[in-house]
T-cell receptor
Framework: QKEVEQDPGPLSVPEGAIVSLNCTYS??????FMWYRQYSRKGPELLMY????GNKEDGRFTAQVDKSSKYISLFIRDSQPSDSATYLC????????????FGSGTRLQVQP | DGGITQSPKYLFRKEGQNVTLSCEQN?????MYWYRQDPGQGLRLIYY???????QKGDIAEGYSVSREKKESFPLTVTSAQKNPTAFYLC??????????????????FGPGTRLLVL
């Protein structure tokens, strides 16, 4: 079983829809959680990071962390065709390996 | 402009040849990382370095080597022992990888990537 599980999609939604992207994880030591967006043949770019449990909002993006369930989410409001990309979750703790552990990524397609 | 640069954008390797991928950062970050991404897959860690003259193997280090002689530079060599090197290689850096309790410190920033192809 992978440490971080993420549905690969593709997830196809109409423009303006609310998108929900999720990851589950098994390592309770993870404390820092990040979401990256990756366009085809480009390097991932950081969208959001959160520490421990709770919510964080930045424009159309909201990140949620539920450590008790080992479940993190990224919500995208008013989705746009330019949001079409692969979304990667990543996480790390203060103990154990000192590098991010990534999910496999969810491919999102926003239809105009 | 601060950031991470990778070169070349495309690299072709002949059978039995070693090739080196360049990664440079001017963000003054202590930690640097190399990942491999295969089509439709996530990122797999090859090597990482927490500080100059120090580096650790990741999940798929076999067939690869690195050096960290300068803070700004973390080159990756794909050796002839790597039998399936065709992939997208991504370099990243973070302020630090050490425990700090500061949320943003471990956040990794990525370069644009190098696509390695075998002739």
């Amino acid at each position: 079983q992978k440490e971080v599980e993420q549905d690969p999609g593709p997830l196809s939604v109409p423009e303006g829809a609310i998108v929900s992207l999720n990851c589950t994880y098994s390592n309770s030591a993870f404390q820092y959680f990040m979401w990256y967006r990756q366009y085809s043949r480009k390097g991932p770019e950081l969208l959001m990071y959160t520490y421990s449990s709770g919510n964080k909002e930045d424009g159309r993006f909201t990140a949620q962390v539920d450590k008790s369930s080992k479940y993190i989410s990224l919500f995208i409001r008013d989705s746009q065709p330019s949001d079409s990309a692969t979304y990667l979750c990543a996480m790390i703790g203060d103990t154990g390996r000192r590098a991010l552990t990534f999910g496999s990524g969810t491919r999102l397609q926003v239809q105009p | 402009d601060g950031g991470i640069t990778q070169s070349p954008k495309y690299l072709f390797r002949k059978e039995g040849q070693n090739v080196t991928l360049s990664c440079e950062q001017n963000l003054n970050h202590d930690a640097m990382y190399w990942y491999r991404q295969d089509p439709g897959q996530g990122l797999r860690l090859i090597y990482y370095s927490q500080i100059v003259n120090d580096f650790q193997k990741g999940d798929i280090a076999e067939g690869y080597s690195v050096s960290r002689e300068k803070k700004e530079s973390f080159p990756l060599t794909v050796t002839s022992a790597q039998k399936n090197p065709t992939a997208f290689y991504l370099c990243a850096s973070s302020i630090s990888s050490r425990p700090s309790g500061v949320p943003g410190v471990k956040t990794q920033y990525f370069g644009p990537g190098t696509r390695l192809l075998v002739l």
